[in-house]
């Protein structure tokens, strides 16, 4: 295995551009094959569970990253990521003995064992912009979008409505394209509303996107409204949206409005 392929070498040790077609269904190549898509999957996973640790600011087991660290997908993804362990810096190491190793905002590295820390969303840092420059001049490089996420922060003026109007009137010219760009973006579509759910302060609260519904996939599509709502479809008021649900909801909306149609000549 060589970058996420399988390889073969001639008798003279040449790496080939192919696996000879002798070999492609020999159960050696067929089971490294399987191993590849394997740890494609579990490098998404990891990727895809630290990311909702970070959505929902969710505590985690100081223990647990200790043990995950020692697997390099698991560690790709969480090393580097500003965490919150009574003390907020980057973090370097973890070990099930000694907790996790930071590098604080002043330079040092410490070693600290809470029993869980916090992978805080960006719109919950108070030191943002003081953290990404430390984090240009550290070359760090993170996986999981956080430093550097999209973020949006709710505005003073509420509309009066009870929703969002600032991404509605976007076309798409087929539902089905709308409908592929929420499933790229691994936002998940139902009854014609694209939909994130956000854990914050005790509480769930789902985000909802209008994106169109039709019984034709290849009709013109135009997006609508953006609001929130509690699990049971209770719409929630504006001014009691969290930051992180505001934040998560809006970067949704704005990501799907990204994708329409733009006329030609249209700046």
């Known amino acids: 295995m060589d970058g996420g392929r399988v390889r073969c070498r001639n008798a003279k040790g040449k790496v080939l551009g192919a696996v000879p077609a002798a070999l492609k269904d020999d159960a050696q190549v067929v089971r490294l094959r399987q191993l590849v898509e394997w740890l494609d999957r579990h490098d998404a996973e990891c990727l895809s569970t630290v990311d909702t640790w970070l959505a929902r600011s ?22 580097d990521l500003v965490v ?20 604080t905002l002043d330079g040092d590295t410490v070693w600290v064992r809470p029993e869980t820390i916090t992978v805080p969303h960006p719109v919950l840092l108070d030191d943002l912009d003081e953290l990404r420059e430390f984090a240009a001049e ?22 009066a409505t009870g929703t969002v109007s600032d991404f509605s009137g976007a076309r798409f010219e087929q539902i089905n394209h709308v409908l592929a760009r929420c499933r790229t973006l691994g936002y998940p579509v139902r009854g014609g509303e694209a939909v994130y759910p956000v854990f914050e302060g005790g509480a769930t609260l789902q985000a909802r996107f209008w994106v169109g519904a039709d019984q034709y996939p290849e009709s013109e599509a135009w997006t609508g409204e953006l609001w929130w709502t509690r699990p049971d479809g209770t719409t929630v008021p504006l ?22 149609a733009v006329e030609e000549g249209a700046e």
């Open 58 to 79: 969710l505590p985690v087991p100081t223990v647990l990253v200790g043990q995950v660290w020692a697997d390099s997908a698991w560690r790709s993804v969480v090393r």
């Open 84 to 103: 919150d362990a009574g003390e907020v810096g980057f973090l370097r190491d973890a070990d099930p003995e000694r907790g996790v190793g930071l590098v």
């Open 138 to 159: 550290l070359g760090v490089e993170q996986r999981v979008q956080q430093l550097f996420r999209q973020t949006f922060a709710r505005p003073d003026a509420l509309p």
């Open 239 to 260: 001014a009691e949206v969290g930051p992180v649900a505001w934040s998560e909801g809006t970067r949704m909306a704005s990501a799907i409005h990204a994708g329409r």
